[in-house]
């Protein structure tokens, strides 16, 4: 059996971003380079057509309204306000500590932080506080598993997979100052 998988384009008042889809749900979010924000497309440009497709042309109506409903979840998120309803998200490419993780991430909200090393302790792994911030790091949904949230010791900024002026926009769309 083919799986079904499809990559395709955001385009938001900030710079494009790229979803991509397997069969389980939203399996990853690339952010824009920096200088290519674009006026926002109305429909969704595949990049990387379904496998399963008919003849490869185009993409499966489940991925066309996960698209649907990550883009509206993005857009909110991008203009600071809460989204309703998220896609089904696939985080089963990382090891189960990334997972872990992640789902962790997923359990802080809107508007507040905790430490790299909280969320060592929620998952049980208090001394693993270098490798959570290596599973952020490596986190492949980053505003719909929040790795923005997560702060060093003392509030200090920390990393951002995807550069620091995100994660201080991000925390700032919440209402959230490191200064």
């Excluded at 990559?7 to 990853?28: C, M, N, P, V």
């Excluded at 509206?72 to 993780?101: C, H, I, W, Y």
């Excluded at 952020?136 to 060093?152: E, M, Q, S, Y």
Aim: aromatic share 6%; proline share 6%.
């Amino acid at each position: 059996m083919k799986t079904q998988s499809a990559e395709l384009s955001i385009s938001t008042r900030d710079g494009k971003f790229s979803a991509r889809y397997s069969e389980k749900g939203l399996a990853g979010l690339s952010f824009p380079k920096v200088g290519s924000a674009r006026r926002a497309d109305r429909k969704p440009r595949p990049v990387l057509r379904s496998s399963t497709a008919e003849g490869g042309r185009g993409v499966p109506a489940t991925i066309l309204r996960w698209h649907r409903t990550t883009t509206t979840a993005l857009k909110n998120v991008l203009a600071g306000r809460e989204p309703k309803n998220f896609p089904p998200l696939d985080l089963s490419g990382g090891t189960m500590f990334q997972q872990n993780v992640w789902r962790a991430l997923r359990k802080i909200s809107r508007g507040k932080t905790c430490s790299y090393g909280e969320i060592a302790r929620r998952i049980g792994k208090p001394k693993a506080i270098r490798a959570v911030g290596g599973a952020c790091g490596a986190n492949p949904i980053p505003i719909f598993a929040p790795c923005h949230r997560v702060l060093a010791a003392n509030k200090k900024t920390g990393g951002f997979s995807c550069g620091l002026n995100w994660k201080l926009k991000l925390l700032a769309l919440e209402g959230i100052s490191l200064q």
